[in-house]
């Protein structure tokens, strides 16, 4: 069922009536418009700060930011710290044993077989079937995406990087 003709036109004329009341309407001022929004504490904090003293605020108002010459600050500002202390570092966990690279996977007639690098001493990847030691650990099973280790703490998983991974297709 389609719209009649009559009632397309009245849709017409009512959007263009809508279209000219809005050309012909005042332009809003952006300080009314900030006068009608809701200040929270911080923008009011904010604003008496510039009314009272507008001076540290010029550098930021005067400068360009698309300048050649403009160089990223030293220390990034993040509003809970005091001028812009640096966030504590947290320090990142250490692999507990050697670590253990997974490169890739494939399946051959004596079943699945895998490329770890996991030997320090040896430079490279080394290949690995099901039931071989890796690092102190035992492969317990190879997938099309992973392998299985083994460990007397738990079972210790590696995957394929994502670059690696084909689909079947």
């Not at 690098?117 to 071989?132: C, F, L, M, T």
Request: net charge positive.
């Amino acid at each position: 069922m389609s719209p009649s003709p009559r009632a397309l036109y009245a849709v017409a004329i009512g959007f263009g009536l809508a279209g000219l009341a809005l050309r012909l309407a005042p332009p809003v001022h952006p300080n009314a418009v900030a006068a009608a929004t809701p200040a929270t504490p911080a923008r009011a904090a904010v604003l008496r700060a510039l009314r009272a003293d507008p001076q540290p605020y010029a550098a930021i108002v005067s400068g360009n930011i698309f300048s050649p010459s403009r160089a990223a600050p030293t220390a990034r500002f993040t509003p809970n710290r005091p001028n812009g202390a640096p966030a504590p570092e947290k320090p990142k966990p250490k692999p507990a044993g050697p670590v253990i690279r997974l490169f890739g996977i494939t399946r051959g007639l004596n079943g699945a077989v895998a490329l770890i690098d996991a030997d320090p001493k040896i430079p490279g990847a080394e290949i690995y079937h099901v039931g071989d030691r890796v690092a102190g650990a035992t492969i317990s099973s190879i997938t099309d995406s992973t392998v299985v280790l083994a460990r007397p703490s738990g079972p210790l998983t590696l995957h394929l990087p994502l670059a690696v991974r084909k689909k079947r297709p």
